[in-house]
């Protein structure tokens, strides 16, 4: 099994629509994270916590928001999606210590119509 | 604030060609670099890194040095495979700093 699984990993949906996305850990790891892929746009960083307690926007938090459930779960939500959030969406996650090193899932390609 | 620059691509050699992809940073401090690679329909995973000025990361053939006095971390392959196409991301991240800053990725394809 993914050591940072993300779902779904597709998902369809229409304008105006609520969404979620799941992130689940078995890293042991504090940080967690959410990064939003573009063609030519390299990833950009939507929202981090460091842990349960303490959550941080990112670059382009507008339009999202994040929830952190427990140490190993981290979801992201759009809460009224648009067409131009159609995007590849990353967790990712990083231990305290040592040297900033991240772990990714696979990824969630959404499609917003 | 913190940046990276990488080379634009994309980038298309043939099999057994030598590859570089130029990483320059700014950055306040000393930084850890990192190359991450995706390969197609997966996820960034760690390709090598270097934690101060003169160290060499290397790992599957790959290799690049961290260089303070040109604030660079250029990837090199002396012979690069079918299998090393995918999208390559150069990354820092200052010592103790929550954040990591990525460059925009260079999408390299390697036609046998």
């Known amino acids: 099994d993914a050591d940072v699984t993300q779902t779904p990993r597709n998902r369809i949906t229409k304008t105006g629509k609520r969404i979620m996305l799941e992130c689940s850990q078995t890293?042991?790891?504090?940080?967690m994270y959410w990064y939003r892929q573009d063609p030519g746009l390299g990833l950009r960083l939507i929202y981090y916590s460091f842990d349960v307690k303490d959550i941080n926007k990112g670059e382009i938090s507008d339009g999202y928001s994040v929830s952190r459930q427990a140490q190993a779960k981290f979801s992201l939500s759009l809460e009224s999606a648009i067409p131009n959030q159609t995007a590849l969406y990353f967790c990712a996650t990083g231990g305290t210590g040592g040297t900033g090193e991240l772990f990714f899932g696979e990824g969630s390609r959404l499609t917003v119509l | 604030g913190n940046s990276v620059t990488q080379m634009e691509g994309p980038v298309t050699l043939s099999e057994e060609a030598f590859l570089t992809i130029n990483c320059t940073y700014t950055?306040?401090?000393?930084?850890?670099l990192f190359w991450y690679v995706q390969y197609p329909g997966e996820g960034l995973q760690l390709l090598l890194k270097?934690?101060?000025?003169?160290d060499k990361g290397s790992n599957k053939g790959f290799e690049a040095t961290y260089r303070k006095e040109t604030t660079s971390f250029h990837l090199e392959k002396g012979s690069v495979q079918v299998s090393d196409s995918a999208v390559y991301f150069c990354a820092l991240r200052r010592t103790n700093a929550g954040k990591s800053t990525f460059g925009d990725g260079t999408t390299l394809t390697v036609k046998p």
């Open positions: 270097a934690t101060k000025a003169d």
């Open positions: 890293k042991g790891h504090d940080r």
């Open positions: 950055a306040t401090g000393y930084p850890s």
